[in-house]
């Protein structure tokens, strides 16, 4: 049903109130005013106005003519319909909560401090043995677009969660990553590894495979490419993990050095190389290689393999099981000393090392 537009009304002037001439011969004769014209009505579009009736309302001016005065007076229009936001206010973040996103992550998220846009949802390429694939992406505020952008990759411990590693309590280090995120111009990229089993197979799956995290990082570019603006250029991918996160970087670094060439690609960016690595308290002996190694070891060589100018970082507690990687006596088995930067840290735990290291 059509709503009706303004309506418009004319005085008609009564016969008994027709003029008559003057008894002044001087004055002119005066001609009674044609008839009224009736005016086209319009049919609202929205309610983004009321509509309004126009009266006219005759006023005595002595013995002349009649004159008029033209009121305008609004008439309700109907209540307007909701309007759904389509940007926020300004310093309001942007986050959205995709498929799969988990209520407890959102909030970590949504608490995170400076945050201008925020993703959150299932990534299939995420691979691991588990079913939470859940990725957080989280693009801090006051980036300098002028320049090369990172994409930080964090790869929780074992038993971890995206919740945990993006929150504020406890050992949560969300609070740093944004400030080192902010720091070094970069975006954060936090997924949801395995839960923790006994045999220890499921933080060995994670990642896994070589087409593996290039195909998880196209997904996480794509993401970016309508978060970031257009002009935005990423320059370098990094890579850190915690614990057991450490194995999952170690798979994503030889999923990388298997391509051909070694680079990340995705959205608007192409040939993408590793900037860099950091390994978090998570070099042990076992890697599952029976070749003597560890995995920070073998990390390290697929590393080089991608860039000889990344930096690799080795976070460890001196005294501990991760001690044997890092300790003086093996730093020879890095096939380059240079690029790789030992970082003793006696004050935070395991579980703590990552807030510290973020932090300092």
Same mark, same amino acid.
């Given at each position: 049903m059509s709503q009706s537009g303004p309506s418009f009304s004319i005085y008609n002037r009564p016969?008994?109130?027709?003029?008559?001439?003057?008894?002044?011969?001087?004055?002119?004769?005066?001609?009674?005013?044609?008839p009224p014209t009736q005016l086209p009505t319009s049919t609202p579009t929205g309610n983004t106005a009321q509509a309004h009736t126009l009266s006219v309302t005759p006023t005595p001016t002595g013995n002349t003519a009649q004159a008029h005065t033209l009121s305008v007076m609004p008439t309700p229009a109907?209540?307007?319909?909701?309007?759904?936001?389509?940007?926020?206010?300004?310093?309001?973040?942007?986050?959205?909560?995709?498929?799969?996103?988990?209520?407890?992550?959102?909030?970590?998220?949504?608490?995170?401090?400076g945050v201008a846009q925020a993703w959150l949802g299932t990534i299939e390429s995420n691979l691991h043995s588990g079913k939470d694939k859940e990725t957080a992406i989280v693009v801090p505020q006051g980036l300098d677009y002028s320049k090369p952008v990172k994409v930080l990759y964090y790869f929780h411990g074992w038993n971890g969660g995206v919740s945990g590693a993006l929150g504020k309590s406890g050992n949560g280090l969300g609070p740093e990553l944004m400030a080192?995120?902010?720091?070094?111009?970069?975006?954060?990229a936090v997924p949801q590894g395995p839960a923790k089993d006994p045999s220890g197979r499921s933080a060995s799956a994670w990642m896994a495979g070589p087409e593996t995290f290039p195909k998880f990082n196209k997904? +996480?570019?794509?993401? *970016?490419? =309508?978060?970031?603006? &257009? #002009?935005?250029?990423?320059?370098?991918?990094?890579?850190?993990?915690?614990?057991?996160?450490?194995?999952? +970087?170690?798979?994503? *670094?030889? =999923?990388?050095?298997? &391509? #051909?060439?070694p680079v990340l690609a995705g959205g608007r960016w192409q040939n993408v190389t590793?900037?860099?690595?950091?390994?978090?308290?998570?070099?042990?002996?076992?890697?599952?290689?029976?070749?003597?190694?560890?995995?920070?070891?073998?990390?390290?060589?697929?590393?080089?393999?991608?860039?000889?100018?990344?930096?690799?970082?080795?976070?460890?507690?001196?005294?501990?099981g991760t001690d044997k990687g890092y300790s003086q006596k093996n730093k020879a088995s890095y096939l380059n000393q240079t690029a790789t930067q030992f970082k003793p840290i006696t004050q935070a735990n395991h579980s703590g090392l990552p807030k510290y290291y973020f932090s300092h």
């Amino acid at each position: 049903m059509s709503q009706s537009g303004p309506s418009f009304s004319i005085y008609n002037r009564p016969s008994s109130q027709a003029l008559s001439p003057t008894p002044s011969a001087s004055r002119p004769q005066i001609t009674p005013p044609p008839p009224p014209t009736q005016l086209p009505t319009s049919t609202p579009t929205g309610n983004t106005a009321q509509a309004h009736t126009l009266s006219v309302t005759p006023t005595p001016t002595g013995n002349t003519a009649q004159a008029h005065t033209l009121s305008v007076m609004p008439t309700p229009a109907a209540s307007a319909a909701p309007q759904t936001l389509l940007f926020p206010e300004p310093g309001t973040p942007v986050v959205e909560a995709g498929p799969g996103a988990s209520q407890v992550a959102l909030n970590a998220v949504k608490n995170l401090p400076g945050v201008a846009q925020a993703w959150l949802g299932t990534i299939e390429s995420n691979l691991h043995s588990g079913k939470d694939k859940e990725t957080a992406i989280v693009v801090p505020q006051g980036l300098d677009y002028s320049k090369p952008v990172k994409v930080l990759y964090y790869f929780h411990g074992w038993n971890g969660g995206v919740s945990g590693a993006l929150g504020k309590s406890g050992n949560g280090l969300g609070p740093e990553l944004m400030a080192w995120a902010r720091k070094n111009n970069a975006v954060l990229a936090v997924p949801q590894g395995p839960a923790k089993d006994p045999s220890g197979r499921s933080a060995s799956a994670w990642m896994a495979g070589p087409e593996t995290f290039p195909k998880f990082n196209k997904d +996480v570019f794509n993401r *970016l490419s =309508g978060m970031l603006p &257009a #002009t935005a250029q990423i320059g370098s991918v990094e890579l850190a993990g915690h614990s057991a996160g450490g194995i999952a +970087v170690q798979t994503a *670094l030889q =999923g990388v050095a298997s &391509a #051909t060439p070694p680079v990340l690609a995705g959205g608007r960016w192409q040939n993408v190389t590793v900037g860099a690595a950091h390994f978090l308290d998570a070099t042990y002996s076992d890697d599952g290689a029976k070749n003597g190694s560890n995995r920070g070891e073998d990390a390290f060589r697929e590393l080089q393999k991608i860039n000889l100018q990344a930096p690799f970082h080795l976070a460890y507690i001196p005294q501990t099981g991760t001690d044997k990687g890092y300790s003086q006596k093996n730093k020879a088995s890095y096939l380059n000393q240079t690029a790789t930067q030992f970082k003793p840290i006696t004050q935070a735990n395991h579980s703590g090392l990552p807030k510290y290291y973020f932090s300092h």
